[in-house]
């Protein structure tokens, strides 16, 4: 039996990983995210390609005191298997905790749904517009709801594992909230559909979790 987390994760801790770099838990079951997420995705998805992404970074001799944020910012320097891996690393880490079985946590904050509806106009029309182009990424890659430098709200897309954060992003922002569009994240259940797969995926989103992110991502941005 797994335990089902309730804890929330924080950015700076993701951020501030050093090697050597290790799998992380869910902090759910494989099948909880059924009938959205289907139990043998999540299984091959985390113990198989997010553990090659754990392994083949700390292939890559980081240096001990290197932080991701750090590679990150410098990421057009790094090697490209720093890029591709640590990237991957940070992006699934981030991934598995904005989805969650846990009710409560799928409920969306009062306080998110007005900063929401603010830079989107309504719920609706947020999500139609991640749809699309999550959608439309041609590829594989991930989409995002990123604060971007003047602190706004913003969809944006990122090819590969990149990840907005890193200095070559070309819309660059703190990650709020993401979806994996690769296709290894819905085709064995979903097969070529990726916007089924992504309109499923609003009921195990963890918007309390999205909420907690938006508000670390708004401080940071305060602070540079
Ligand atoms: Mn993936």
């Not at 990424?137 to 604060?147: A, H, K, N, Q, T």
Request: no cysteine.
């Amino acid at each position: 039996m797994v335990l089902v987390s309730t804890a929330l994760a924080s950015l700076d801790s993701l951020n501030n990983l050093k090697p050597p770099f290790t799998l992380p838990s869910l902090g759910y079951g494989y099948e909880a995210l059924e009938p959205a997420v289907d139990a043998a995705t999540m299984k091959v998805h985390h113990d198989r390609h997010h553990q090659a992404y754990v392994d083949n970074l700390n292939k890559q001799n980081v240096a001990s005191d290197q932080t991701l944020i750090r590679l990150f910012k410098s990421i057009s320097k790094q090697p490209d298997g720093v890029r591709n891996h640590g990237g991957g690393h940070w992006n699934h880490a981030f991934f598995w905790t904005i989805m969650t079985p846990v009710k409560e946590n799928q409920a969306v904050p009062a306080r998110l749904q007005k900063e929401i509806e603010g830079a989107f106009s309504s719920m609706d029309a947020f999500k139609k517009q991640f749809e699309e182009k999550g959608t439309k990424l041609f590829g594989s890659g991930w989409v995002w709801l990123i604060r971007n430098s003047k602190g706004a709200l913003e969809i944006t897309t990122t090819s590969n594992q990149d990840n907005p954060q890193m200095d070559v992003a070309t819309t660059s922002g703190v990650p709020v909230f993401n979806a994996d569009v690769w296709e290894h994240a819905y085709y064995l259940k979903y097969q070529n559909k990726r916007a089924d797969y992504l309109k499923a995926f609003w009921n195990i989103v963890n918007w309390k979790q999205i909420d907690e992110y938006d508000q670390e991502a708004l401080k940071m941005l305060r602070k540079n």
